[in-house]
């Protein structure tokens, strides 16, 4: 899939569009990229850290930041759920969370980003200028309030008790229904719902600023807005479960489409499409690699009790 979508982009990609892509770029919007991907990943370690947390124990910011760090750049790299899988096997091994909760706050913060995507697409769309059919609007606006329902009926254990008994009739499943009874009850006070929007809202923030930056620095002048539309809407459609490595001739898909959506002509998509992509990878990849590799080295595991 990679090779088949690489070539097809760069068969169509004007001469030098690689290489323009890094000729040109300026240096002060990378820099703002860069801090803005900074507290991107702070703000979803504070939210991993109240996700994670058992009780009145939450796991220090440091060793939790290390973990989330470390996690990313497989996602960025490798197609699928990478990323998941590695935030599980270090918080097991760094942050000595069971791997039943640490799945579970992968899970969790996975539904609260595609929630808040598809708010923010709602809120954003016309403010970016795009031109979506009404049956895409209705079917977001219902998605979110599908997810409000559950997410406020999970809150109360009468209405969560129904769904929990049904998961309990599989194999295992009673021992896990039980723990995930007792996280949910948890995550259902105000505060901690709380803390949890807020994060969560300051990541997707983090990302569109670091969005218009890339723009930027390749010389296109778009919006908050439509930066965090486009955004929204190419993240989306990142949960197709046909991705490249590395996101290469996938993600120049998505975002050409994303780009189309707000009216830009499809050969201009689909060449600063390519170029962002580029830019983001050569920013995110090698601050994950160094961030992760630093802060693990700092933090060891912590000894068994």
Same mark, same amino acid.
């Given at each position: /899939?990679?090779?088949?979508?690489?070539?097809?982009?760069?068969?169509?990609?004007?001469?030098?569009?690689?290489?323009?892509?890094?000729?040109? $770029?300026?240096?002060?919007?990378?820099?703002?990229?860069?801090a803005a991907i900074a507290v991107f990943m702070l703000a979803r370690a504070i939210r991993?850290?109240?996700? =994670?947390?058992?009780?009145?124990?939450?796991?220090?910011?440091?060793?939790? &930041?290390?973990?989330?760090?470390?996690?990313?750049?497989?996602?960025?790299?490798?197609?699928?759920?990478?990323?998941?899988?590695?935030?599980?096997?270090? &918080?097991?091994?760094?942050?000595?969370?069971?791997?039943?909760?640490?799945?579970?706050?992968?899970?969790?913060?996975?539904?609260?980003?595609?929630?808040?995507?598809?708010?923010?697409? =709602?809120?954003?769309?016309?403010?970016?200028?795009?031109?979506?059919?009404?049956?895409?609007?209705?079917? $977001?606006?219902?998605?979110?309030?599908?997810?409000?329902?559950?997410?406020?009926?999970?809150?109360?254990? @009468?209405? @969560?008790?129904?769904?929990?008994?049904?998961?309990?009739?599989?194999?295992?499943?009673?021992?896990?229904?039980?723990?995930?009874?007792?996280?949910?009850?948890?995550?259902?006070?105000?505060?901690?719902?709380?803390?949890?929007?807020?994060?969560? =809202?300051?990541?997707?923030?983090?990302?569109?600023? *670091?969005?218009? $930056?890339?723009?930027?620095?390749?010389? *296109?002048?778009?919006?908050?807005?439509?930066?965090?539309? $486009? =955004?929204?809407?190419?993240?989306?459609?990142? &949960?197709?479960?046909?991705?490249?490595?590395?996101?290469?001739?996938?993600?120049?898909?998505?975002?050409?489409?994303?780009?189309?959506? /707000?009216?830009?002509?499809? *050969?201009?998509a689909a060449r600063v499409g390519f170029q962002i992509h580029l830019l983001d990878l050569?920013?995110?990849?090698?601050?994950?690699?160094?961030?992760?590799?630093?802060?693990?080295?700092?933090?060891? @595991?912590?000894?068994? &009790?």
């Amino acid at each position: /899939m990679t090779v088949v979508l690489l070539f097809y982009f760069l068969r169509r990609l004007p001469p030098g569009t690689i290489a323009d892509s890094y000729r040109h $770029a300026s240096p002060l919007p990378l820099a703002v990229s860069a801090a803005a991907i900074a507290v991107f990943m702070l703000a979803r370690a504070i939210r991993y850290r109240m996700l =994670l947390a058992a009780g009145s124990t939450t796991s220090p910011l440091g060793p939790t &930041a290390a973990v989330t760090v470390a996690a990313w750049w497989p996602g960025l790299l490798l197609p699928g759920v990478a990323a998941d899988a590695a935030f599980v096997y270090l &918080a097991n091994r760094r942050l000595g969370s069971t791997l039943i909760r640490a799945g579970g706050a992968a899970l969790a913060a996975r539904l609260l980003d595609l929630y808040s995507l598809f708010a923010i697409g =709602l809120v954003t769309a016309p403010l970016a200028g795009a031109r979506l059919p009404a049956a895409v609007w209705a079917a $977001a606006a219902a998605a979110l309030v599908a997810g409000t329902v559950m997410v406020a009926g999970m809150r109360r254990q @009468r209405f @969560r008790a129904p769904v929990l008994r049904l998961l309990a009739r599989l194999p295992g499943g009673r021992r896990a229904t039980d723990r995930a009874d007792d996280v949910l009850e948890e995550l259902g006070g105000p505060r901690r719902i709380a803390g949890l929007a807020a994060t969560t =809202l300051l990541a997707r923030a983090a990302t569109a600023v *670091q969005y218009t $930056a890339l723009f930027a620095a390749l010389g *296109q002048t778009v919006t908050v807005w439509q930066a965090w539309f $486009a =955004l929204s809407f190419r993240t989306l459609l990142l &949960a197709i479960p046909v991705q490249g490595v590395a996101g290469l001739g996938t993600t120049q898909l998505w975002w050409t489409a994303a780009l189309t959506v /707000m009216g830009w002509p499809a *050969q201009q998509a689909a060449r600063v499409g390519f170029q962002i992509h580029l830019l983001d990878l050569s920013v995110t990849v090698p601050l994950s690699l160094i961030g992760g590799g630093i802060l693990l080295l700092l933090y060891r @595991r912590p000894k068994a &009790a």
